[in-house]
């Protein structure tokens, strides 16, 4: 992109893509996450990641193993369900991590509500996430592709509509 453009052709693309997808553009807030009961101190991309997620209903994070996208994923959900953008905030979850997020909702939010769907219980957990109110729900990805089957018809109109914001680009 550098070269072929003229410099503030490049920074006008560059301020675009930032604004719309990068984690650093947005928010210049620091601190905790409002309403997130948390038993650690997030790191500030953790807070930044939080904040941007929140903001706008969405988030692609890509960071390396061990920098704390368990602790982000639930903070985000948290804060998406304690400011109302969320009735109950559902979390899949990769099947080889599933306790790992029990364990970090338990450790590291003390007072959060949350639910586990489990395969072998999916009936009892499902009809208790539909009467009981619950800050965060946990699936694994297995146990998400099995009980919410999607028609390809209706795969394709979930997948447009949450394109769109990046065809507005």
Same mark, same amino acid.
């Given at each position: 992109?550098?070269? @072929?453009?003229?410099?503030?052709?490049?920074?006008? !693309?560059?301020?675009?893509?930032?604004?719309?997808?990068? =984690?650093?553009?947005?928010?210049? &807030?620091? @601190?905790?996450?409002?309403?997130?009961?948390?038993?650690?101190?997030?790191?500030?991309?953790? &807070?930044?990641?939080?904040?941007?997620?929140?903001?706008? @209903?969405? !988030?692609?994070?890509?960071?390396?193993? @061990?920098?704390?996208?368990? /602790?982000?994923? /639930?903070?985000? $959900?948290?804060?998406?369900?304690?400011?109302?953008?969320?009735?109950?905030?559902? /979390?899949?979850?990769?099947?080889?991590?599933?306790?790992?997020?029990?364990?970090?909702?338990?450790? *590291? *939010?003390?007072?959060? +509500?949350?639910? $586990? =769907?489990?395969? &072998?219980?999916?009936?009892?957990?499902?009809?208790?996430?539909?009467?009981?109110?619950?800050?965060?729900? !946990? =699936?694994?990805?297995?146990? *998400?592709?099995?009980?919410? +089957?999607? +028609?390809?018809? #209706?795969? =394709?109109?979930? !997948?447009?509509?949450?394109?769109?914001? *990046?065809? #507005?680009?």
């Amino acid at each position: 992109i550098k070269n @072929g453009l003229a410099e503030n052709e490049r920074a006008d !693309l560059e301020r675009k893509y930032n604004d719309l997808f990068a =984690i650093y553009a947005g928010t210049k &807030e620091r @601190g905790p996450v409002p309403s997130v009961p948390i038993n650690v101190a997030m790191l500030p991309w953790q &807070e930044r990641v939080a904040r941007r997620a929140a903001d706008q @209903g969405f !988030l692609y994070i890509n960071h390396a193993v @061990g920098a704390g996208k368990t /602790i982000e994923g /639930i903070a985000v $959900a948290v804060a998406a369900k304690k400011s109302g953008k969320a009735n109950k905030p559902l /979390i899949v979850v990769p099947n080889a991590v599933t306790a790992q997020w029990e364990e970090a909702v338990r450790t *590291f *939010f003390p007072g959060v +509500s949350f639910k $586990a =769907i489990k395969t &072998e219980t999916k009936e009892q957990d499902l009809s208790d996430i539909a009467t009981k109110e619950y800050d965060v729900i !946990l =699936i694994s990805d297995a146990t *998400f592709s099995r009980t919410m +089957s999607l +028609s390809p018809a #209706k795969q =394709i109109e979930y !997948l447009q509509r949450d394109m769109l914001p *990046f065809r #507005k680009v």
